[in-house]
T-cell receptor, first 114, second 115 residues
Framework: DSGVTQTPKHLITATGQRVTLRCSPRSGDLSVYWYQQSLDQGLQFLIQ???????AKGNILERFSAQQFPDLHSELNLSSLELGDSALYFC?????????????FGQGTRLTVV | AQKITQTQPGMFVQEKEAVTLDCTYDTSDQSYGLFWYKQPSSGEMIFLIY??????QNATEGRYSLNFQKARKSTNLVISASQLGDSAMYFCAMREVSGYSTLTFGKGTMLLVSP
């Protein structure tokens, strides 16, 4: 158990809908990262938060947004969903956002858009 | 250019044998970290081992060790005495100071361990 909790584990929704994925980082971790894993694109970095502030953005679509709350949990909002958004979405956390600390991953949320 | 390159889409190994999974990286940073993760069929990402750019010794963690060649920008994962449970996807990743230390992943290598 990595200590990172993601809910829900599975989500099936229709095109055009909006969903929210939730992540609770490991106790004490200030940095949260979101990744999307699909068969064709591999593991893509979406966005990083550090202690409530957005720190880095990757290949995140404008239809997607995220935030980190004062209690350090984070939410990833996906709207106007398309079939191509079907993927495994991971949240990861690390103590600080430095190059020499490992990041621990949650079990992922498998999103299926039908 | 790709930051992390894993050239082996798939590898086969027999139980109890050793296997090496290749990874090369590209960075102009002096400070960076290299990581390996395992993803079994169940989907979770499991951290295995870390090598820092300033580390002079190759990292080891149980049956996992790294062959870190800084000048060649490679960090190959060696799994000794393979077990059936080692069958999984293996990802090499890097965190750079200049990249806000986000993890950049390679495309992965699928390892299959046969009895």
């Amino acid at each position: 158990d990595s200590g990172v909790t993601q809910t829900p584990k599975h989500l099936i929704t229709a095109t055009g809908q909006r969903v929210t994925l939730r992540c609770s980082p490991r106790s004490g971790d200030l940095s949260v990262y979101w990744y999307q894993q699909s068969l064709d694109q591999g593991l893509q970095f979406l966005i990083q938060y550090y202690n409530g502030e957005e720190r880095a953005k990757g290949n995140i679509l404008e239809r997607f947004s995220a935030q980190q709350f004062p209690d350090l949990h984070s939410e990833l909002n996906l709207s106007s969903l398309e079939l191509g958004d079907s993927a495994l979405y991971f949240c990861a956390s690390s103590e600080v956002g430095s190059f020499n600390t490992e990041a621990f991953f949650g079990q992922g949320t498998r999103l299926t858009v039908v | 250019a790709q930051k992390i390159t894993q050239t082996q889409p798939g590898m086969f190994v027999q139980e109890k044998e050793a296997v090496t999974l290749d990874c090369t990286y590209d960075t102009s940073d002096q400070s960076y970290g290299l990581f390996w993760y395992k993803q079994p069929s169940s989907g979770e990402m499991i951290f295995l081992i870390y090598q820092g750019s300033y580390d002079e010794q190759n990292a080891t963690e149980g049956r996992y060790s790294l062959n870190f060649q800084k000048a060649r920008k490679s960090t190959n994962l060696v799994i000794s005495a393979s077990q059936l449970g080692d069958s999984a996807m293996y990802f090499c990743a890097m965190r750079e100071v200049s990249g806000y230390s986000t993890l950049t992943f390679g495309k992965g290598t699928m390892l299959l361990v046969s009895p």
